[in-house]
């Protein structure tokens, strides 16, 4: 139980154009979703915090309006990096917190982003 | 704000020995700390958490970690390695901040276990 997914697992796209990833919670509902950004041999750093029908809360140095995150259901989360540039590339990690579980996330398997 | 410390960027073990990755950690209130496998272009999988009880906790793969509060450290052991356990582990604090609740990560470290 409590697998999440991540579509699609890596994506190549041009400079100044827009990725969408997909994060679903495929076994279990998730009132909360996660989303982190980790750069090769560095930690995952947090970017953003969804809970489903409102809006996300981004951490500081987050520019939201380059990464939209939708969280429209319980059981997917989407991150749009809009008018990528090259800096964008990075591996983008999101997880679920189910609903009612206070401690646990619940980590996708990571989606590689490569702009050129 | 709550912080997370792993000292060691890399650590080399025989398999067969026993393994100890070390992480130091900071926070405000009580601490909810985790560990965490990643494998190569792989997400984190869970290992084990401390949120109460006993000072030592049993997790996934035959791994343990001891909370010591007086000295903040949760170091992640295992009594014997395999090769198979070689990735990159993060240890990990939830705490509040700004009001809701969050999840520091440490920097990782990079367990190698040598045939």
């Known amino acids: 139980g409590a697998v999440v997914s991540q579509h699609p697992s890596w994506v190549i796209c041009k400079s100044g154009t827009s990725v969408k990833i997909e994060c679903r919670s495929l076994?279990?509902?998730?009132?909360?979703m996660f989303w982190y950004r980790q750069f090769p041999k560095q930690s995952l750093m947090l970017m953003a915090t969804?809970?489903?029908?409102?809006?996300?809360?981004?951490e500081q140095g987050v520019e939201k309006d380059k990464f939209l995150i939708n969280h429209a259901s319980l059981t997917l989360s989407t991150l749009t990096v809009t008018s990528a540039h090259p800096e964008d590339s990075s591996f983008y990690i999101c997880s679920a917190r189910e609903l009612g579980e206070a401690y646990e996330q619940y980590f996708g398997p990571g989606t590689r982003l490569t702009v050129t | 704000a709550q912080s997370v410390a792993q000292p060691e960027d890399q650590v080399n073990v025989a398999e067969g020995n026993p393994l100890t990755v070390k992480c130091t950690y900071s926070v405000s209130g009580n601490p909810y700390l985790f560990w965490y496998v990643q494998y190569p272009n792989r997400g984190l999988q869970f290992l084990l958490k401390?949120?109460?009880?006993?000072?030592l906790v049993k997790g996934s793969y035959g791994f343990e970690a001891e909370f010591n509060k007086s000295q903040t450290s949760f170091h992640l052991k295992k009594p014997s390695a395999l090769v198979s356990d070689s990735a990159l582990y993060f240890c990990?604090?939830?705490?509040?901040?700004?009001?809701?609740?969050?999840?520091?990560f440490g920097t990782g470290t990079k367990l190698q276990v040598i045939p």
């Open positions: 401390y949120i109460t009880g006993d000072n």
């Open positions: 990990a604090v939830r705490d509040i901040d700004g009001g809701y609740q969050k999840v520091t």
């Open positions: 076994d279990f509902q998730a009132t909360t």
């Open positions: 969804s809970n489903e029908g409102s809006k996300a809360t981004y």
